[in-house]
């Protein structure tokens, strides 16, 4: 159905009237009370990252399309910068270097935040909702936005602690969709954040590492496990040597609004009252 009532979109870019976002705040409320009670610090960084740092994670290697980047305006043609801006945009050469990324993944921060640390215990798991921003080939509604909302859950540590993550993760969103009575298919995903020749290459074909959990072919929640490949990337150690292993969950606000409107008929206030009603039998 068409997600009208208290949403205003327009080119991939959303505002929530009162009752979507009052659910959108209890289901946070939900996220991070389970994080917080798994162990999760609370974590804030920056909006924005330099490119010269998603660089060295492979961004542009694997999601060039995705990109957005910010620039200043070159203000030394100023007698022209307002009638550009009245014409919907600026063209580049009214712009400086674009030397500052919108990330398209909350998480990229958490990594950057670690880097080149050693690890004091074996694992640290930090709670984060960050702007997502992405460069998408189309936008639908609340379903797939240019800026929209992800929280997520990050552990970083042994190999063995990073799998117990993800599965506690996934058993929390089952027993949430359980609770809530939506239906939400687990569906195996493709991650590109590895190696994409040799052994690590062969081993992917094999081990999945990233599931998402699925609402009527829309993706509102994952659980992802990057192996090494960001503790290498950003030199965060174990207290033993060698490098951190990493997993995430990620909830999508947006999409989680839109697959619970769709499932409650567009009844804000019912979505509510079912989610008020699962986070009492979760506590």
Known sequence: MSI???VRVSEGLVALEEEPTRLAETLDRIHVRWARGAGA???????LLPVTDLSVLDVYRNFPHLALVSSALDTAGN??????AASGAFPPASLGPAD???PSSACYGVYLHYRNRQLSREVELVTLQGQCFRNESHYDGIRRLKAFRMREVVALGTPERAAAHLDHSAWFLDALAGEIGLPLE???ASD???DRAGARAAFQQIVPVKHEYVYKDLAIASVNTHHTFFGERCAISLAGGGPVSTSCVGFGVERWLHALADHFEGDWERARGAVERAAE???
């Open 41 to 47: 610090v609370p974590l804030t960084v920056p909006p």
């Open 186 to 188: 687990r569906r195996v």
């Open 192 to 194: 590109p954040f590895h």
């Open 100 to 102: 500052l990324a919108l």
């Open 79 to 84: 007698d022209r910068i307002e009638r550009e």
């Open 4 to 6: 009208t009532t208290g």
């Open 281 to 283: 039998q979760l506590t």
